[in-house]
């Protein structure tokens, strides 16, 4: 991708108020989720009952049928980084299970992702969950108008280096809007090699910091979806759409913060 080819679609102030309906509907679906995660639930269960939550919010699971994928959440346990499909697999006590959501309201879309613990978790992956959701609020704490996109990389990579985890480089975040994927790509690390666009109002991109416990490099499994990482170590993915405003960042897709301290 060369910088001249770069497309961005800036939004308006109305097409950002409709793009925070479709992330506000998606905010209260992770509230639901959110209770639903518990040992002896499969994740299956959890997709099916998300999807009509969906549905009967009025609005459209966007990564049903994308390139074919089966389900309306990714949902990656453990050592799955991303692209996890739902099925028949029971969660259990001290797993943690990354569950990533798009849909689309009147034609915008919201994506997010959070990463919970099924109850009680180790010590070390209560820190990873942490670290890596404190890696996505620095990223959108670093954005401003005028400053360039890879302030948000600095700061996830920044953060996990300090903690000796490391960041998926191979997946990346994106520009979101009509479309489920758009310009630019948002990497989660210093990377040199992809356009490096300043940021103005109106810019509208999804941030979705993959952190691991170990090697940063990842294989896809058989079934042509599922990311793990390749020592097969855990890893953790939060996500939010955000637009950039005049004087910072707006949170489409936010809802009240998830503490892993808290709720042990
Ligand atoms: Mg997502
Ligand atoms: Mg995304």
């Known amino acids: 991708m060369s910088w001249a080819k770069l497309k961005i679609r800036r939004k308006s102030a109305e097409q950002i108020d409709k793009m925070a309906a479709s992330g506000q509907i998606l905010a209260s679906v992770f509230m639901e989720v959110r209770g639903m995660v518990e040992p002896g639930i499969t994740t299956g269960e959890i997709d099916s009952r998300l999807e ?6 009025g609005c459209t699971p966007s990564f049903k049928g994308y390139h074919g994928f089966p389900a309306s959440a990714c949902i990656s346990v453990n050592e799955e980084v ?12 001290g797993d943690i ?9 009147d034609g915008w879309h919201a994506d997010s992702a959070e990463t919970l613990p099924v109850g009680e978790v180790t010590g070390e992956a209560a820190r990873l969950l ?3 959701e404190e890696s996505l609020w620095r990223a959108i704490g670093a954005i401003a108008p005028g400053r360039r996109l890879s302030v948000i990389g600095t700061a996830v990579e920044t ?17 979101i809007g009509q479309q489920m994927h758009e310009d630019p790509q948002v990497p989660n690390y210093r990377c040199f090699s992809m356009p490096d666009p300043v940021m103005d109002e109106g810019l509208v991109i999804a941030i979705e910091p993959m952190i691991n416990v170990g090697t940063k ?3 896809t499994l058989a079934d042509g979806w599922t990311v793990v990482t390749a020592d097969r170590k855990l890893s953790a993915h939060y996500e939010h759409t955000v637009a950039v405003t005049a004087d910072g960042a707006s949170v489409l897709t936010e809802r009240p913060r998830r503490s892993v301290r808290e709720a042990q």
Do not use: C, N, Q, Y
């Open 52 to 57: 009509t939550m969906i549905r009967d919010a």
């Open 82 to 93: 991303v692209h996890g499909i739902p099925g028949d697999r029971t969660l259990e006590e």
């Open 97 to 105: 299970v990354g569950i990533d959501i798009g849909l689309i309201k």
């Open 130 to 132: 942490e670290v890596t």
């Open 159 to 175: 953060l996990a280096r300090e903690e000796d985890f490391s960041v998926v480089e191979t997946l990346v975040g994106h520009g």
């Open 217 to 219: 490099r990842v294989v």
